[in-house]
C-alpha cells in the first residue's frame, strides 16, 4: 500500500508559471521528502521536510508541511522546461519509508 | 566521486531464468534498499538491508532474492518465481544522520 499521495497526477504549464503539487498521507510520520525523477532515470532527492517544521525553501522550491492534515505540498516557482519530470513525495515512518505514485510535470516552452 | 552505480542499465532474459542486478555504493551508507517502478506508478519496495549480513522483506517480495555479504554491495536476484518481472529495477542508500536517500540511475529488466 502507499502512504503518500500525489495529486494531480499530471500537471501541463508554461515556462515561467508556477508549478503546486500536493501529497497527503496516512498515518505519523519523522519526515516527508520530495524527490524528482527525469524519464527512465533513477530519483533525485530534492527536500526533506521533518514533522516539527512547517515550511522549507531550496532555490526555486518551497515545501510545505501541515501534520494535522497529514499534507504536504511542492511549490515550484519560475518553471522551466528543465523542471519537466515526475515528482514524489515520501514518507519516513521510524525507517519506514513509503513512496507516492508521483505527479508527472511538464513544462512548455 | 561518491555514488551509487547500478548495472546493467538494460537487461533482457528469456522466461524461467534467474537474473541478478548489481548495486554497489561508495557512500559509506549502512543501508540499502531495492525498489521496483512499474509505468506510471510509484515505488514499490522489494527488499532492503540497515546492516551487513542481514536484510528484511519489503512489501513485494516474492520471487526476489538479496544478499549483503559486502557494505558496498547488495545485489538483487529475480528468481523464475517472480510472475511478472518486466519492470524498472531501482537501488538506492541511505548513512546515519543523511537526509534521504541517493538513488542509483536504474536498471531496466524485460523477461521475453
Known amino acids: 500500500s502507499q502512504q503518500g499521495e500525489e495529486d494531480p497526477q499530471a500537471l501541463s504549464i508554461q515556462e515561467g508559471e508556477n508549478a503546486t503539487m500536493n501529497c497527503s498521507y496516512k498515518?505519523?510520520?519523522?519526515?516527508l521528502q520530495w524527490y524528482r525523477q527525469n524519464s527512465g532515470r533513477g530519483l533525485v532527492h530534492l527536500i526533506l521536510?521533518?514533522?516539527?517544521?512547517r515550511e522549507k525553501h531550496s532555490g526555486r522550491l518551497r515545501v510545505t508541511l501541515d501534520t494535522s492534515k497529514k499534507s504536504s505540498s511542492l511549490l515550484i516557482t519560475a518553471s522551466r522546461a528543465a523542471d519537466t519530470a515526475s515528482y514524489f513525495c515520501?514518507?519516513?515512518?521510524?525507517?519506514?519509508?513509503?513512496f507516492g505514485a508521483g505527479t508527472q510535470v511538464v513544462v512548455t516552452p | 566521486d561518491g555514488g551509487i552505480t547500478q548495472s546493467p542499465k538494460y537487461l533482457f532474459r528469456k522466461e524461467g531464468q534467474n537474473v541478478t542486478l548489481s548495486c554497489e555504493q561508495n557512500?559509506?551508507?549502512?543501508?540499502m534498499y531495492w525498489y521496483r517502478q512499474d509505468p506510471g506508478q510509484g515505488l514499490r519496495l522489494i527488499y532492503y538491508?540497515?546492516?551487513?549480513?542481514?536484510?528484511q522483506k519489503g512489501d513485494i517480495a516474492e520471487g526476489y532474492s538479496v544478499s549483503r555479504e559486502k557494505k558496498e554491495s547488495f545485489p538483487l536476484t529475480v528468481t523464475s518465481a517472480q510472475k511478472n518481472p518486466t519492470a524498472f529495477y531501482l537501488c538506492?542508500?541511505?548513512?546515519?544522520?543523511?537526509?534521504?536517500?541517493?538513488f542509483g540511475s536504474g536498471t531496466r529488466l524485460t523477461v521475453v
Open positions: 521536510i521533518r514533522s516539527n517544521e
Open positions: 538506492a542508500s541511505s548513512g546515519q544522520g543523511v537526509g534521504g536517500y541517493t
Open positions: 515520501a514518507t519516513d515512518s521510524w525507517g519506514k519509508f513509503q
Open positions: 557512500l559509506n551508507h549502512d543501508a
Open positions: 498515518t505519523s510520520i519523522n519526515n
Open positions: 538491508s540497515q546492516i551487513v549480513n542481514d536484510f
